[in-house]
Structure formats: C-alpha cells, structure tokens
T-cell receptor, first 112, second 117 residues
Framework: QKEVEQDPGPLSVPEGAIVSLNCTYS??????FMWYRQYSRKGPELLMY????GNKEDGRFTAQVDKSSKYISLFIRDSQPSDSATYLCAMRPGAAGNKLTFGGGTRVLVKP | GAVVSQHPSRVICKSGTSVKIECRSLDFQATTMFWYRQFPKQSLMLMATSNEGSKATYEQGVEKDKFLINHASLTLSTLTVTSAHPEDSSFYIC?????????????FGSGTRLTVV
C-alpha cells in the first residue's frame, strides 16, 4: 500500500463546475500538506500549502486537511479550461524530515 | 514569490556522453534542493537531496556515480548524468525549499527533458 493514495482520474468536468480532488495518507507524522498543478512537460507549480488540520482559501482554490481522517482535499471553483492539468498532492513530516511524499496525481479535464 | 530556474529545458545527447543540468534559486537562498525523475504519466520519484556544502543524500536504488550532484553555493545545484544511456532518458526536475524554511512550500524548476540517442 502506498503512503499517499490519489485517484489517477481522469476527472472530466464542464467549464464552471467545481473540481473536487482528494488524497488519503497513512503516515500520521505528516504535518505539511501541499497541492501542485503540473501541465504536460512542465515542472509542478505550487497552488496551496497548509500546515496541520484546517481550511485555507486562495482565490478559486480551497484546501482542506483532516488529520484525524488522514484525508486532504482541494476544491477548484468556477473551473476553466486552463485548469486542465495533473494535480499532485504532497506532504511531509515536521521536524523529522523534509522530503516530500507525493500522490500519484489526478488528471483533470475541464471541457468548454 | 520564490523562483527556481532550471536549465536546459531540453537536451539530446549521444549514448556514453555526460550531461549537466543546472538548478538555480533566483530570489532566495536554498540550503536544500531536491532532484526528481518523472516518467510519462507517473508521479515524481525523488532521486536525491542536495545540501549546500555537503554530499548529497541519494535514495535507495539511485546510482551515486551515475547521477553526480553538486551544491556548491546557496543558489545553485547541478545534476550530471554521466555516461548516459537510452534508459536514462526521462524528465528531470529540481526543487528547493522556500526561504521561509520549514513553513514554506517547495518550489520546482520547469524541468529538463533528457533524450539519450
């Protein structure tokens, strides 16, 4: 079993819909959680960064972390065709180390 | 925000030659940089952690003598693929911990597509 599980998709939604992405993890030591967007043949771009449990909002993006359930989510409101990409969750422990553990990525297609 | 520049973006080399990939933090000092390899439609695979002024820490299964990492300054880390072979063809990406330290996200370079012919 992988440390971080993420549905590979593809997830296809119409333009304007809400995109809902999530990851589950097994390591209770994870404290820092990130979401990245990666376009084809490009490096990942940091979208959201959260520490411990809670919600964080930035523009059209909302990240949620539920450490008790070991479950994190990313919501994209008013999705646009330009949001079509692969979304990667990543996480790492606190003081114990700084290596990121990635989910496998979810491919998202926003259709005009 | 933090910017990481990676160069070259694409390189084609002959089998048996060496290729150097550079990763620079443009507006912050990065004491720690990471090198990843990514195969098509797969997630990132960490190859090594690079710390300024010390030897890199390689992940299990990554050949240290094949993938040479140098982190000589706080803004530059390099990955050299030595004696490259077609199976080394891949997408290589570097990242750096942000200037906020532990409470920062990690910024990635734009990646280097290596093709060995």
């Amino acid at each position: 079993q992988k440390e971080v599980e993420q549905d590979p998709g593809p997830l296809s939604v119409p333009e304007g819909a809400i995109v809902s992405l999530n990851c589950t993890y097994s390591n209770s030591a994870f404290q820092y959680f990130m979401w990245y967007r990666q376009y084809s043949r490009k490096g990942p771009e940091l979208l959201m960064y959260t520490y411990s449990s809670g919600n964080k909002e930035d523009g059209r993006f909302t990240a949620q972390v539920d450490k008790s359930s070991k479950y994190i989510s990313l919501f994209i409101r008013d999705s646009q065709p330009s949001d079509s990409a692969t979304y990667l969750c990543a996480m790492r422990p606190g003081a114990a180390g700084n290596k990121l553990t990635f989910g496998g990525g979810t491919r998202v297609l926003v259709k005009p | 925000g933090a910017v990481v520049s990676q160069h070259p973006s694409r390189v084609i080399c002959k089998s048996g030659t060496s290729v150097k990939i550079e990763c620079r933090s443009l507006d912050f000092q990065a004491t720690t940089m990471f090198w990843y390899r990514q195969f098509p439609k797969q997630s990132l695979m960490l190859m090594a952690t690079s710390n300024e002024g010390s030897k890199a820490t390689y992940e299990q299964g990554v050949e240290k003598d094949k993938f040479l990492i140098n982190h000589a300054s706080l803004t530059l880390s390099t990955l050299t693929v030595t004696s490259a072979h077609p199976e080394d063809s891949s997408f290589y990406i570097c990242s750096a911990m942000g200037q906020g330290g532990e409470r920062s996200g990690y910024t990635f370079g734009s990646g280097t597509r290596l093709t060995v012919v």
